[in-house]
């Protein structure tokens, strides 16, 4: 007997799916939405035949090539370099250095390479692009610049010769003619990114799009934008200070755990290599309420200074005041001094602050916090030389961190000779002394210097 098939119809509008054909969508309420359903092709059939489906395993892989930018701290942002056809959208706050980094990157590409570098500039002038790729010392024979914000203008000189490598400043400062609207606006960012990336991909080159930020932090423009490109950078910085932070918020091509360390001088960006100095001063002298821990900042390890002061309040309330650590965590590792080391806590306020502005979200900062706390209160100084890594639980206990061996490592190089970690911690690496602590009680024991 043959299977009477049965008739579908799918609604337009939400995808609600029935067998009788009515003028109201049932899902949705919508009316005239209904639209007969294709018969779906059989699985085994629609496999063999399709030619877009593949074994992966059957498929041919191959690294991508990279160029490098002859930046090393972007280069390993990137995993590794620029990839011949993809597209990186990199945000910043204005004055950031996106424009001097970008500068950079095009012209040591174009010296070393020795290979055409086109960088489009919808944003300055000639005059004072050329000002500013002289005074970083970047200016090349193979360096082109583009001033104006027609996009198609400006593509069509990558006809003239093979470039390796073009940077569009900014994605929101083009037009491209056939859209309507202002530079900047949703349909013209879409229509200029779009077109980039056909650009890349068809002449197989790396591109770089600088893009705008909104208030709240995401780059200026639809959504979509971060979902068309491969790659999404993030340079940041804290207003007061000369460094800048690069990461990876999106990679095809590589992981999104590295940071880029940059410092903003007179001449441009110089890459910081010594990142644990950034936030260390090095300096031994002990002074109560002071802990030293190593961070992670995505796999990059990072010395950090936990400071502590308590101070004889005069308040019903004492103050907690925090600064680099989440306030309702600094409550919680106070709330757990006192009952599980028996030190009172609530006749002093109590400030914790992390040196040279850096923010703490890793677990790893409780042990180092629970210790600069105590310290603070006793006023009695942590052993020199030694540093903590431990996440605290509410009994006390202390719990192992991520990424140990690494960790310990930078420890060792910065000249620590004692970690304080938690006992069951899986430890290979043997350059540097451990105290094997199970209870934040125990870690304190003998580590607070009597005078
Ligand atoms: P810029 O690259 O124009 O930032 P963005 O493109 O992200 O808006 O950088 C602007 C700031 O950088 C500006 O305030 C001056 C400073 N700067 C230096 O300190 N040294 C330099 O060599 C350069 C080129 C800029
Ligand atoms: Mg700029």
Redesign the pocket.
């Known amino acids: 007997m043959a299977i009477k098939t049965i008739t579908k119809y799918i609604c337009s509008e939400c995808g609600h799916v029935t067998t009788t054909k009515t003028g109201k969508c049932p899902g949705c309420n919508a009316w005239g939405t209904l639209e007969e359903l294709p018969e779906a092709p059989k699985a085994s059939n629609a496999l063999k035949n399709s030619p877009h489906v593949k074994i992966i395993s059957s498929l041919d892989v191959k690294a991508p090539e990279r160029i490098s930018t002859g930046i090393e701290e972007l280069d390993r942002v990137l995993g590794g370099g620029l990839v011949p056809g993809g597209v990186t959208l990199i945000g910043?706050?204005?004055?950031?250095?996106?424009?001097?980094?970008l500068l950079q990157a095009a012209g040591s590409v174009a010296k070393n390479y020795n290979a055409p570098v086109l960088y489009i500039s919808g944003e300055e002038s000639e005059a004072q692009v050329a000002l500013?790729a002289s005074?970083?010392n970047t200016a090349s024979e193979k360096l082109f610049l583009y001033s104006g914000s027609g996009l198609e203008d400006a593509l069509s000189n990558l006809d003239r010769e093979k470039f390796s490598f073009f940077v569009l400043?900014s994605v929101q400062a083009m037009t491209i003619g056939n859209e309507t609207g202002w530079p900047g606006t949703i349909s013209q960012v879409r229509a200029v990114a779009q077109r980039v990336i056909d650009c890349a991909r068809e002449k197989n080159i790396p591109a770089v799009m600088?893009g705008h930020i909104t208030k709240d932090g995401k780059i200026a423009g639809p959504m979509l934008l971060e979902h068309m490109v491969d790659t999404v950078l993030n340079?940041s910085g804290e207003g007061y200070s000369s460094y800048r932070m690069l990461r990876a918020v999106k990679n095809r091509y590589g992981s999104t755990d590295e940071l880029g360390i940059f410092e903003?001088?007179?001449?441009?960006l110089a890459p910081v290599s010594d990142k644990s100095g950034l936030y260390w001063n090095r300096d031994d002298s002990a002074v109560a309420g002071v802990a030293m821990t190593i961070a992670l900042e995505g796999n990059t390890p990072l010395a950090a200074e936990i400071q502590t002061l308590a101070a004889r309040t005069v308040f019903p309330y004492p103050r907690r005041t925090a600064r680099g650590i989440e306030l309702n965590r600094f409550q919680l590792l106070t709330a757990v001094i006192d009952r599980r080391c028996n030190i009172s806590t609530n006749s002093h306020d109590l400030y914790i602050n992390v040196a040279g502005g850096l923010s703490l979200q890793d677990p790893s900062a409780d042990l180092p916090s629970c210790a600069a706390i105590a310290s603070a209160l006793k006023n009695l100084p942590l052993k020199a030389g030694t540093c903590w890594l431990g996440e605290v639980g509410l009994a006390g206990e202390i719990r192992p961190v991520t990424r140990i061996d690494l960790r310990l490592k930078e420890a060792a190089r910065l000249g620590f000779h004692t970690a304080v970690v938690s006992s069951k911690e899986k430890i290979k690496f043997a350059g540097i002394d451990t105290l094997r602590v199970s209870h934040i009680d125990e870690a304190l024991a003998g580590l607070l210097v009597k005078s």
Do not use: A, C
């Not at 910043?92 to 980094?101: D, F, N």
């Not at 903003?264 to 441009?268: L, S, Y």
């Open positions: 910043g706050q204005p004055g950031i250095g996106k424009s001097t980094l500013r005074r970083i400043d600088i340079f903003m001088q007179e001449d441009g």
